[in-house]
């Protein structure tokens, strides 16, 4: 029988994750599928596919993309796409990506392991790496922020998103903490304060 390399056991972790996140919803298959492929474009890119190998996927992604969206009306387009693919994640969301970094440990992941299953997530949602922090590797540089942030560094409004976001965590039963932690939805103050406003 076959052994089964450690990426592909990456990528059917990460396949089924999200099967799982989306199992309940009313998600159609193509935002579903599109999900899914950029799991696996992350995998073989953390596994060094140079980024000319896999533009067949990246132009797949576009299609796949294009079929999942709603056709928006014209004058509302701009205002609804996503602004934050490929800007740099905001010191927030850094400091919410160290807390939950926090809890994957406190439940017996280890360092690097917790930052790499945060880094594929931010990936997965089309974040990238933090920008700064000396490592060609993305998951290291969010350790990096997190060391900071536990050692009472890094900017203020980091310091503060970091220590009430993983107080929200604490008061999330323990049996659902990590699933919760590692949904979107948790991580989107956008839709959060939008809750909150209607």
């Known amino acids: 029988m076959n052994e089964v390399s450690a990426s592909a056991n990456r990528i059917s972790a990460a396949l089924r994750a999200l099967r799982q996140v989306y199992a309940d919803s009313a998600t159609d298959k193509a935002v579903l599928g599109l999900k899914c492929l950029q799991a696996v474009m992350v995998e073989l890119a953390a596994d060094g596919v140079p980024a000319d190998d896999l533009k067949p996927l990246a132009d797949l992604e576009t299609l796949v993309a294009a079929a999942a969206a709603p056709a928006p009306a014209p004058a509302l387009a701009e205002r609804q796409r996503d602004r934050r693919r490929k800007a740099p994640p905001s010191n927030a969301l850094l400091a919410r990506s160290a807390a939950v970094i926090d809890l994957l440990v406190k439940n017996g992941q280890g360092e690097e392991g917790a930052a790499q299953t945060v880094m594929r997530h931010l990936l ?66 956008r839709r959060q304060a939008r809750r909150q406003a209607g």
């Open 124 to 189: 997965v949602a089309g974040v990238p790496a933090p920008e700064r922090g000396g490592d060609s590797r993305g998951w290291r540089r969010l350790l990096e922020f997190r060391n900071t942030l536990v050692h009472g560094g890094g900017p203020e409004e980091a310091r503060v998103e970091y220590a009430a976001f993983a107080r929200e965590l604490d008061d999330i039963p323990p049996a659902q903490r990590v699933h919760a932690a590692l949904s979107e939805k948790l991580w989107d103050r």
